[in-house]
T-cell receptor
């Protein structure tokens, strides 16, 4: 099915470990986004990529890096995980000039102990 | 800067009763507005959107919302809810003039439909 695929779905890390969250879309969308969702705080934008080859910081970029590998893939890396990064992470995509709304992945639930 | 406020963190309502979920936004320029629904352990799905034109917009699953520019509101309504509507609902706003297509989300309203 067309859409946004995120891997892994669940992950437990120890403080200081690193990991990469993967996201891929097959809708030929230009723009991709990473959000984190925390109870009572809604979704907050971490990084986004308006088009292939560009990335920009969102509201809460500290502690994260991203790579727009190609038009389909947009990865989020935690270099040294901290308990404050325990969250549910969502990837989304949208077409340029397209206000039909984001298409979201199903999320990655990350716990840092 | 733009912002979105969802004042109600939780809304309990009995099945077949009407419901209104409130959303207010703050922006000095024109905005586009969205409502998303998130069922447990799932991603977000678009319910409806307001871009321009008629201020009353209809979405999926019998939901509708009304854009009120003077009150800077975009409240979501359903005349008769079902158990299956139990979910978290997010209001979101974006500024088309920014060209970035970034959305700002509210903190969410958890709708609990009671039998």
């Amino acid at each position: 099915n067309a859409g946004v695929t995120q891997t892994p779905k669940f992950q437990v890390l120890k403080t200081g470990q690193s990991m990469t969250l993967q996201c891929a879309q097959d809708m030929n969308h230009n723009s991709m986004y990473w959000y984190r969702q925390d109870p009572g705080m809604g979704l907050r934008l971490i990084y986004y990529s308006a088009s292939e080859g560009t990335t920009d910081k969102g509201e809460v970029p500290n502690g994260y890096n991203v790579s727009r590998l190609n038009k389909r893939e947009f990865s989020l890396r935690l270099e040294s995980a901290a308990p404050s990064q325990t969250s549910v992470y969502f990837c989304a995509s949208s077409g340029t000039g397209d206000y039909y709304g984001y298409t979201f992945g199903s999320g990655t639930r990350l716990t840092v102990v | 800067a733009q912002s979105v406020t969802q004042l109600d963190s939780q809304v309990p309502v009995f099945e077949e009763a009407p419901v209104e979920l409130r959303c207010n936004y703050s922006s000095s320029v024109s905005v586009y507005l969205f409502w998303y629904v998130q069922y447990p352990n799932q991603g977000l799905q678009l319910l409806l959107k307001y871009l321009s034109g008629s201020t009353l917009v209809k979405g999926i699953n019998g939901f509708e919302a009304e854009f009120n520019k003077s009150q800077t509101s975009f409240h979501l309504r359903k005349p008769s809810v079902h158990i299956s509507d139990t979910a978290e609902y997010f209001c979101a706003v974006t500024m088309p003039s920014s060209g970035t297509y970034k959305y700002i989300f509210g903190t969410g309203t958890r709708l609990k439909v009671l039998a």
